[in-house]
C-alpha cells in the first residue's frame, strides 16, 4: 500500500505545469459537493453565493482551479442529476472553459474522474430541452489529480491538489466509502448525523491528514502546496510551512477560497449581509493577505 509521500509524490510528478506571472489572476475553490438539490445537497444553500463569485471572477478575467470534490459522486448515483439541479453553473464553468481558464481536479468524492472515458461519457454534452438536441458541454477535458503554477520570471512553484493523498481510507478506499455514504450515510446526513470517516466532520482525522502534508511540504523544500479536503481554511504567514487550504463552499451561508493576483496569495470569503437600508447584498470578505508569493520562496 502507497504511503501518504508516495500518493503526493506520484501527483506532484503527473501533474501538468501551468506558467504564470504577476498578470496572472487564479480563483482556487474546493470541496462544492455539488449535489441533486434534495436535502442531502450541502452545495444547495450557498449556491447562490458561489454562482454570484464565479460570475465576478469570469467578468474579472480569473482562471477558475477547482481542487477537488467539486461534484458530490457518492451521495449521487449520476452527474446528469447534479448537472439538472445546477445548470447554470456549469453552464459559466462552461465558458470558462471555452475560454480556456479551467483547471478541474478530482477528489475521493468524484474520483470517478480519473477515468478519462467516464469523463468523455458523462461530460462533454447534455440535453438542451429548449432546442430539443444534444449540446457541447465540457469538450475535451481533463480531469487532473494536481496542477503545478510555476511562475515564469522567479520559477517559484505552487502545488494544488485535493489533498485526500494523505487520507488513506479516502484514497485508497475510496469505493467502500462510496457505498457507504449511500447506503447509510446519505440518509442520516438527512437527520444531521455527520460521517465519522470526513475528516471535514471529524477534527482527530482532520489533525493526522493536515500533519502528513505538512511533513511532505517540510520534505520538498516547503514547497507552496494548497489544498482542500479537510473544509479548514490555512494561511501560514512567510517563514512557516508553506501549508495552504481554500476551506470549503459548504460553510454555513458562506464560501472561501484562495486567489492569486499580482503575485500575491489571498484567503477571501464570500457571504451574505445585511446593508443600512435593510438589503441583502453577497459580499467579498477578504480573511487573510494579500501575501506576495516570493516571500515563501526559501531557494
Not at 70 to 96: P, R, Y
Not at 261 to 276: C, F, H, P, V
Request: proline letters at 3%; aromatic letters at 14%.
Amino acid at each position: 500500500m502507497f504511503s501518504s509521500k508516495k500518493r503526493l509524490n506520484k501527483a506532484y510528478k503527473e501533474s501538468p505545469i501551468v506558467e504564470f506571472d504577476d498578470s496572472s489572476k487564479f480563483i482556487l475553490f474546493s470541496d462544492c459537493h455539488r449535489g441533486d438539490n434534495s436535502f442531502a445537497d450541502d452545495f444547495a444553500n450557498n449556491r447562490n453565493i458561489y454562482f454570484h463569485a464565479l460570475k465576478h471572477y469570469y467578468a474579472e478575467g480569473f482562471t477558475y482551479c477547482e481542487l477537488g470534490d467539486g461534484d458530490e459522486l457518492w451521495e449521487n448515483l449520476t452527474f446528469k442529476s447534479i448537472f439538472e439541479a445546477h445548470k447554470n453553473v456549469f453552464l459559466l464553468l462552461k465558458a470558462f472553459h471555452q475560454n480556456k481558464r479551467l483547471h478541474l481536479l478530482y477528489g475521493n468524492h468524484d474520483m470517478v474522474y480519473k477515468d478519462q472515458k467516464y469523463v468523455e461519457k458523462h461530460l462533454s454534452i447534455y440535453f438542451e430541452p429548449i432546442t430539443g438536441k444534444d449540446e457541447e458541454l465540457f469538450k475535451n477535458l481533463t480531469y487532473h489529480e494536481g496542477l503545478v503554477l510555476k511562475h515564469k520570471k522567479t520559477q517559484q512553484r505552487l502545488f494544488l491538489t485535493h489533498g485526500h493523498q494523505a487520507d488513506w481510507w479516502n484514497y485508497t478506499f475510496w469505493k467502500w466509502s462510496r457505498f457507504m455514504v449511500r447506503v447509510l450515510w446519505k440518509p442520516l446526513n438527512v437527520m444531521g448525523i455527520a460521517d465519522p470517516t470526513s475528516p471535514a466532520k471529524n477534527y482527530k482525522e482532520l489533525i493526522k491528514v493536515e500533519r502528513r502534508i505538512k511533513k511532505w511540504i517540510i520534505n520538498n523544500n516547503n514547497l507552496i502546496t494548497i489544498v482542500g479536503h479537510t473544509h479548514r481554511p490555512r494561511f501560514p504567514e512567510p517563514g512557516d510551512i508553506a501549508f495552504f487550504n481554500d476551506g470549503s463552499c459548504v460553510h454555513p451561508r458562506s464560501i472561501t477560497g484562495i486567489e492569486i493576483e499580482n503575485g500575491e496569495i489571498s484567503l477571501i470569503k464570500w457571504q451574505i449581509a445585511t446593508t443600512d437600508d435593510g438589503t441583502l447584498k453577497i459580499v467579498r470578505v477578504l480573511l487573510e493577505g494579500p501575501q506576495k508569493l516570493i516571500d515563501y520562496k526559501t531557494d
